[in-house]
């Protein structure tokens, strides 16, 4: 194989990084699934990020276990409502409570480290800037200078027989334009979990941020929501 | 107190961190400790590090589990032999298979969180481009990048409220010059572990990169070695 192509993939499980990672196979990486079990409210995404690196041929699927809880910071980790409705981050300005300090920094960080070690030259993370402005972590001036500080972390990347490439081929589409993209892929949304907020058994709020982004996404893109709303 | 006076110090228990913290308090800085328990073998250097962040009068003292051993790729952190004597990094030309791939973007990202949660601007690393120059994430230009993307990786650094100092004040020292430092700021070096290598009572080896380094330091700087090596 060609070890240029295989692509270490951040999946949460949702639907961005789970179009991500149909991008990533789409392209022909053979894909390594990466996912942290972060002490995330919702930790019905790590049931998803299997079935659908499963569903998407994935060489691997790590789960890490990483408690964010020990310092919190967010009202995804720490004891903090998650905000619903007409004070959700979506509806309002500035920088969301659901906010993670570092997330994605940390995310990267240790998917570099599997890369490094599998010998994988390419990241992919579905962040976006346009639906979630508000968060640091995704925009593009953030994600370019991840890549800059990568290329000279590893050995692998310094000794030059491994650059490190960080793709993020969301980071300019609305919902919509993801959702239809991966419709084009064959991607089945049902496999995915979008919710901040879930009911016991698993169904989403549908009122927290990501489920608002999530349902008006469906809707705009004319694709069926096969979300389960409680 | 000056939120700008607190400090993230990342510490392992080994000479050069304990010495960075030092530098941190003589400085002026809060200092809150965070060490990782990542599966390394030389885990003494945990009891080392409270030793450490108690003596020097750390606000706070953290240690984060988060096992690298899922990946490997080191002979810190997988069953790979740690060199010894004439085939250690030390003696040997490029990167030292003691190398742990990413890590210390790894425990900067983690620190870089922590420092967003307690409204800290400084983070102190003890790395040395010197006698580590085999490891790409000990030099300078590595640290110039890694501080340049965490002041667009987080909501305190982008809204302007608290940009992010990485400070690695012994990267251009030599261990020498490291312990002399130490030692005119009061450290008791007996506190410290640097072994790579350790007997199961904690006794130092003498032959492994961290050893040698450490020996040739103390002579060099003139500075009674406290180590008990077995």
């Known amino acids: 194989m060609d070890i240029s192509k295989k692509a270490v993939v951040l999946i949460s499980g949702g639907l961005d990084s789970t ?5 990533a196979k789409h392209q022909g990486y053979a894909i390594y699934g990466m996912s942290f079990d972060y ?5 019905f995404e790590l049931a998803a990020a299997r079935k659908v690196s499963d569903y ?4 691997q699927h790590l789960v890490i276990p990483l408690d964010l809880t020990v310092f919190g910071g967010s009202a995804l980790t720490a004891d903090i409502p998650v905000p619903k409705g007409r004070n959700s981050g979506a509806m309002a300005r500035g920088i969301p409570v659901t906010y993670v300090p570092a ?11 599997w890369a490094e070690v599998i010998k994988a030259g390419h990241i992919f993370i579905g962040v976006n800037a346009v639906d979630y402005s508000g968060y640091p972590d995704c925009r593009p001036e953030y994600i370019a200078a991840f890549e800059s500080m990568a290329n ?3 050995k692998a990347a310094v000794e030059g027989s491994l650059p490190l490439h960080l793709h993020a081929p969301l980071i300019r589409m609305t919902k919509a334009q993801i959702i239809r993209t991966g ?5 089945d949304y049902s496999l995915t979990h979008s919710c901040y907020d879930p009911c016991p058994e698993g169904g989403a709020c549908g009122r927290c941020d990501s489920c ?19």
């Not at 002490?39 to 930790?43: S, V």
């Not at 419709?183 to 991607?187: A, N, P, Q, Y």
């Open 39 to 43: 002490g995330q409210r919702h930790r």
């Open 212 to 230: 608002v982004l999530r349902r008006r996404g469906f809707l705009e893109a004319g694709v069926a929501d096969p979300t389960v709303y409680t």
């Open 56 to 59: 998407l041929g994935a060489v």
């Open 103 to 113: 997330r994605n920094t940390i995310f990267l960080s240790i998917a570099l480290a």
């Open 152 to 154: 000279l972390a590893t």
């Open 19 to 23: 179009t991500a990672m149909a991008i």
């Open 183 to 187: 419709t084009d892929l064959g991607v």
